[in-house]
């Protein structure tokens, strides 16, 4: 069986080394530069990867992509695509084997896209980059996604892990303008949508978000619960910045009957009624959310709703309705969590009305 590492990059140069050799499985790695000047081709080339070099003008992710994938041999079987600041751990390649079937189209492994203050898995979700080479094309301009010319066959790799390990200072300027032509060039899209609504949010242009989430939930073909959910917990957390706290709760009670598998939104009410002082409310709610012991692989989970917070949030309420030794014993959870989390040691110190 022939696998082969297919990607992209520019001024990579510092990732170059680890991205290597997190790749050593392979039986070939292909890359195309396209446009560093860092010295990142000669790097790569030097570790064994072929490389070629093309500008893509005007840049887009998906076209970039496609002519990356063109590069690889002919002969292949496999075809892995992955980006120079990601790591494979090593055995990736017996886990991708042993799960790949006659007939695979796409292999579902294990994403970890950002990590907790204390190294553990922060934002972790199934991913699908491992593809049958002929079947498919890379489209959208950002967010780019594998479009099937036949009918998808997953297999799941339980022994495959890909980390990402970003460089932060990394410009993101383009990431807004290329959201906005993917809505405009496939407005039936809801994945691209959501993510456009989502930036808006994260840029504080909360009127442009909320427009954007609704249109994302308008449309027919949003039918998954989880991104339906996040849509409806960010419209919140847009009218609660607007100081709408009404309208804010009652999206995020959309959300809890939208998602009832998921914590998140239980943990945004909790904080939000931990904020207007609705204490046997934020009880109640981080009750149930502390009842959701299954933390389903999906993009849109959030790590604070599986650490310390609902733990933290509980304790509060606790305290503010005499329950001593339960808010202390809450308090206690929190901090087993995340032990080395200043900010709530502080957090939890003036919600149970301690000395900061």
Not at 21 to 42: F, K, Q, R
Not at 129 to 136: E, I, T
Not at 179 to 202: C, I, K, Q, T
């Amino acid at each position: 069986m022939k696998i082969y590492v297919y990607a992209i990059a520019k001024n990579e140069a510092a990732f170059a080394r680890r991205w290597m050799a997190s790749m050593a499985e392979a039986d070939g790695v292909y890359v195309l530069d396209t446009g560093s000047t860092d010295g990142t081709a000669e790097l790569l080339r030097a570790l064994g990867a072929h490389v070629e070099e093309r500008a893509v003008e005007p840049w887009r992710f998906d076209t970039a992509r496609n002519l990356s994938m063109k590069l690889v041999p002919a002969d292949a079987d496999i075809l892995v695509c992955t980006d120079l600041d990601e790591v494979l751990l090593p055995g990736w390649r017996a886990a991708l084997e042993a799960a790949w079937r006659p007939g695979c189209t796409t292999a579902r492994y294990a994403y970890v896209w950002s990590f907790n203050a204390d190294g553990s898995d922060g934002v972790k979700f199934l991913y699908e980059k491992v593809h049958r080479p002929g079947v498919c094309r890379w489209t959208h301009p950002v967010h780019e996604v594998l479009a099937y010319d036949v009918p998808q066959v997953y297999c799941t790799v339980p022994g495959m892990r890909l980390e990402h390990h970003p460089d932060p200072s990394k410009n993101r300027g383009d990431y807004l303008r290329l959201l906005e032509l993917s809505v405009r060039e496939a407005p039936e899209d809801d994945r691209n949508r959501h993510y456009l609504g989502r930036e808006y949010m994260f840029r504080g242009r909360w009127d442009e978000a909320i427009a954007t989430l609704k249109e994302h939930l308008a449309l027919p073909t949003a039918t998954w619960a989880p991104e339906r959910a996040a849509s409806m917990r960010y419209i919140a957390r847009c009218l609660a910045e607007k100081e709408d706290r009404e309208g804010a709760e009652l999206w995020l009670l959309r959300a809890c009957f939208e998602a009832p598998e998921q914590r998140e939104p239980l943990v945004d009410l909790a904080r939000l009624m931990a904020q207007e002082e609705r204490w046997a409310e934020c009880e109640r709610y981080c009750r149930r959310a502390l009842n959701i012991q299954k933390r389903d692989l999906s993009y849109t989970t959030s790590p604070e709703a599986w650490g310390a917070l609902p733990w933290a949030l509980l304790s509060a309420a606790c305290c503010h309705q005499g329950e001593g030794e339960w808010a202390a014993n809450c308090a206690k959870m929190a901090l087993a969590l995340e032990p080395g989390n200043a900010k709530m040691r502080r957090e939890l110190a003036v919600m149970r009305g301690d000395e900061p």
